[in-house]
């Protein structure tokens, strides 16, 4: 099956912004693999942010926004935020089965 | 409000078995594709299973392939995940998760497999 990669780890300034990005083994990512960003919290299940590539929940802060970057699914945060502090996983599909990305681990300092 | 409680994780031995359970409510359950997601401890987060409305189609991390079997239950609200032949790597927190766009998660259960 395929591997997804992610940054393993990246810090961002209170009120900077960060871009997060998520690799395909297989090329380039689409929209046909229907990127998903969770965000995760110590002790807590995923929460998702973005499906879609772009499309936000309604609890999705209007700081998050999702994309395609140069071959790669992408998150970036604008107006970082103390409470953004978590891990960040991309989820892409692939004829039927899904790979969930390492994780980034997004510090704000 | 919506809700998945997962249940069934516990101790157990190495080639031993478990059955996972996650109760929905709050929403449309039988409209939605489900879904079974661990976390190893201290790893990140790993899919392992989708099933569709009717059961009708099931995919598997190649993983759980012959171990794993996810089904559920339309009139009760509930999704299930047996597991067989379970090997220490199988150690993890499982959560249940679902809705039109993953929009729901559990709080998950911990399986631990040792000897």
């Known amino acids: 099956q395929a591997m997804v990669t992610q940054e393993p780890s990246l810090t961002v300034s209170p009120g900077g912004t960060v871009t997060l990005t998520c690799d395909s083994s297989t090329g380039a990512v689409t929209s046909g693999h229907y990127p998903y960003w969770f965000q995760q919290k110590p002790g807590q299940g995923p929460r998702t942010l973005i499906y879609?590539?772009?499309k936000k929940h309604s609890w999705t802060p209007a700081r998050f926004s999702g994309s395609l970057l140069g071959g790669k699914a992408a998150l970036t945060l604008s107006g970082a935020q103390p409470e953004d502090e978590a891990e960040y996983y991309c989820?892409?599909?692939?004829?039927?089965?899904?790979?969930f990305g390492g994780g980034t681990k997004l510090t704000v300092l | 409000e919506v809700q998945l409680v997962e249940s069934g994780g516990g101790l157990v031995q190495p080639g031993g078995s478990l059955r996972l359970s996650c109760a929905a409510s709050g929403f449309t359950f039988s409209n939605y594709w489900m879904t079974w997601v661990r976390q190893a401890p201290g790893k990140g987060l790993e899919w392992v299973a989708n099933i569709k409305q009717d059961g009708s189609e099931k995919y598997y991390v190649d993983s759980v392939k012959g171990r794993f079997t996810i089904s559920r239950d339309n009139a009760k609200s509930s999704l299930f995940l047996q597991m067989n032949t379970l090997r220490a790597e199988d150690t993890a927190v499982y959560y249940c998760?679902?809705?039109?766009?993953?929009?729901?998660w559990g709080q998950g259960t911990l399986v631990t497999v040792s000897s």
């Open positions: 989820l892409l599909l692939y004829s039927g089965y899904w790979v």
């Open positions: 879609h590539t772009s």
């Open positions: 998760g679902g809705g039109s766009y993953l929009d729901y």
